[in-house]
DNA sequence: GAATTTACGTCAGCCTTGTTGACATTCCAA
DNA sequence: TTGGAATGTCAACAAGGCTGACGTAAATTC
C-alpha cells in the first residue's frame, strides 16, 4: 500500500503533502513577521528598513554590494532605505580604509537599539515555536529550509552561520 | 554544560539558533517563491494573482471575504488581482443561490491551466528539498512552522488541511 | 600616465500591491 | 421595514520593488 524505496515510505512526497507544506510556509511566514511589522507600523520604517539592519547588525562593517546581494534588491532599491536609515542616525556609513570606493556599514547606538527591539520580538515567536515542536523538530526544520534554498543564498546563509558560530 | 530542563537539552533555544533558524526562514522564503515568481513574470501577473489562484484551486466555490480573510487583505486589494482574473477568463464569479450576496469563485479550465503550472514549479522545489532532508526533517519542518503561525492563521491552515485530506 | 572598470550615490519614472475612506447595491434577518 | 452583511467600485496614497541614465571617486589595467 505504501510506496517504498530502500525501505523508506516515499509518503511524505505526495502532492497532497507538498501543497501542505507550500501552505504551511504561506501561513508562518506570515506569522514570522507580523510581530517586527507591528512595530515598524509605529516608527515611520517598513519590512525593508528590518531586514537593512538585520543584515548590518549580523556582518558590521559589511559594504553596500554585499548587502544588495544578500537582500537581493537593487542599489537603487536599497539606497533609498539605507539613506533614511543613515539620515536617521541608525546607520553609521563609513568610507573603506583599504579600498576607498566602499562604504562599510554599522548600526549606531539607536540603531542597535531598534534592532534589539526587533529581534526580540522575533526570536520570542521564533523560541515559542521552537519550544512547542523540540528539539528533533527543530533540526528537521533547518534541513528542510536549506534545502529549499537556492544555492547562492544557501552559500550565504551558510557563510553568516560560520561568522556567528 | 548543556542546560536541561526535565531532562532535555535546551541549547536548541539560544539567541544564536534562533537568529539561524530566522536567516533561514528569509533565505528559504526566498526560494519557495522564486520559481513562480519567475513564471508570473512572463505573463501579467505576479504574487498576488499567484496567491488568489491557488486558494481559489484549493477551495473552489469559496466566498471572496473567506478569500480576503485567508489573504489577509482588503477587499479592495483582492478585488483589484480578482477583477483582472475574471476579465482575463481565470477565474468564474457565480451569485450564491442560498445567499444571493455572496460570490463562489472557481477556476475555470484556463486558471486550472495556470494554477497547475505554477503549482508543478513550486512543488518541484519543494519535492526536492523534501526528498534531501527525508520524511522525519519534514515532519519537524510542519511542526515548527504550524506553531509559528498566529492562532488565527492557524485554524484555517487546519481547515484547509482537513479538506484536502 | 592614460584608459577602463568598480563601487557607490542619485534623479526620474514606472509597476505591483498594499492601505483608507466613501458610496452604491443587493439581500438576509429581526 | 429597517439594519446589517457581502460585495463592487472609485479615488487617493504609500511602500518598496524595478529600469535607465548620469556623475564621481578610487582602484586597476594597459
Known amino acids: 500500500m505504501v510506496e517504498r524505496a530502500g525501505g523508506e515510505s516515499l509518503l511524505f512526497l505526495t502532492d497532497e503533502q507538498l501543497r501542505k507544506g507550500i501552505e504551511a510556509m504561506f501561513f508562518a511566514y506570515r506569522g514570522f513577521t507580523a510581530d517586527p511589522d ?21 556582518s558590521p562593517g559589511t559594504t553596500v554590494s554585499n548587502l544588495m546581494t544578500i537582500l537581493g534588491v537593487t542599489k537603487q532599491s536599497l539606497n533609498r532605505v539605507l539613506r533614511t536609515l543613515i539620515d536617521d542616525g541608525l546607520i553609521r556609513s563609513e568610507k573603506g580604509l583599504v579600498d576607498g570606493r566602499e562604504r562599510h556599514l554599522f548600526l549606531t547606538p539607536k540603531g542597535q537599539e531598534l534592532e534589539r527591539q526587533l529581534s526580540d520580538a522575533q526570536r520570542a ?8 515542536a523540540g528539539p528533533a523538530a527543530v533540526a528537521g526544520f533547518r534541513q528542510v529550509l536549506e534545502a529549499m534554498m537556492d544555492p547562492e543564498m544557501r552559500n550565504a546563509y551558510n557563510r553568516l552561520k560560520e561568522g556567528g558560530a
Request: no cysteine; proline share 0%.
Open 125 to 132: 515567536r521564533m523560541r515559542a515555536a521552537y519550544r512547542a
Open 38 to 58: 507591528r512595530i515598524l507600523s509605529g516608527i515611520d520604517y517598513g519590512r525593508a528598513h528590518h531586514r537593512a539592519i538585520h543584515f548590518v547588525h549580523r
